[in-house]
T-cell receptor, first 109, second 116 residues
Framework: KQEVTQIPAALSVPEGENLVLNCSFT??????LQWFRQDPGKGLTSLLL?????REQTSGRLNASLDKSSGRSTLYIAASQPGDSATYLC????????FGTGTRLQVFP | SAVISQKPSRDICQRGTSLTIQCQVD?????MFWYRQQPGQSLTLIAT?????????ESGFVIDKFPISRPNLTFSTLTVSNMSPEDSSIYLC?????????????FGEGSRLTVL
């Protein structure tokens, strides 16, 4: 059974820091991995989609990597801003989409 | 990408009543899903909404409690029946664009349900 874990569960950093969010999955037989952002009480916004054949994807200050063999993905956020404060979720697609536990990020001025 | 509208965005309901949530997509999509997010938790898939046939439910979810309609490729409804306080959650509609194994998932804004 696929399990997806995100570490840390919560993170609080000062504005301007570069930071890394981690996502681990137990079964490497995935089709793709997707990173989402969720603001409190809201739906999910897709940030990056990495296909199983890819190693990384970039969008602006965000960079996501994928290492299927080790069952890991990282989301790198450069020069963090208070507007980045949200919960970040990763999800892997195998026979179905399985969500991680999420990392709650707070960036303070 | 896909733009998804959900209604209502939030509601407060009495125990024992039912509520229907609507999901409208701005383009035709094959794969549409309903998720539940309980307070402080991640997302759990309730069912896949199939156009023209009965929805496919995940373990722990049944049609009598969560009936789903999918009359066409741009619209679906989820009903939460005979509600109890344990049903208080955010309910999210999502669609998959692209292929079933390579596509990207998009979400609506969610419907926050509070049951008293």
């Amino acid at each position: 059974k696929q399990e997806v874990t995100q570490i840390p569960a919560a993170l609080s950093v000062p504005e301007g820091e570069n930071l890394v969010l981690n996502c681990s999955f137990t079964d490497s037989a995935i089709y793709n991995l997707q990173w989402f952002r969720q603001d409190p009480g809201k739906g999910l916004t897709s940030l990056l989609l990495i296909q199983s054949s890819q190693r990384e994807q970039t969008s602006g200050r965000l960079n996501a990597s994928l290492d299927k063999s080790s069952g890991r993905s990282t989301l790198y956020i450069a020069a963090s801003q208070p507007g980045d404060s949200a919960t970040y979720l990763c999800a892997v697609t195998a026979d179905k989409l399985i969500f991680g536990t999420g990392t709650r990020l707070q960036v303070f001025p | 990408s896909a733009v998804i509208s959900q209604k209502p965005s939030r509601d407060i309901c009495q125990r024992g009543t039912s509520l229907t949530i609507q999901c409208q997509v701005d383009s035709q999509v094959t794969m549409m899903f309903w998720y539940r997010q309980q307070p402080g938790q991640s997302l759990t898939l309730i069912a896949t909404a199939n156009q023209g046939s009965e929805a496919t439910y995940e373990s722990g979810f049944v049609i009598d409690k969560f009936p789903i309609s999918r009359p066409n490729l741009t619209f679906s409804t989820l009903t939460v029946s005979n509600m109890s306080p344990e049903d208080s959650s955010i309910y999210l509609c999502s669609v998959l664009t692209g292929g079933p194994n390579t596509g990207e998932l998009f979400f609506g804004e969610g419907s926050r349900l509070t049951v008293l």
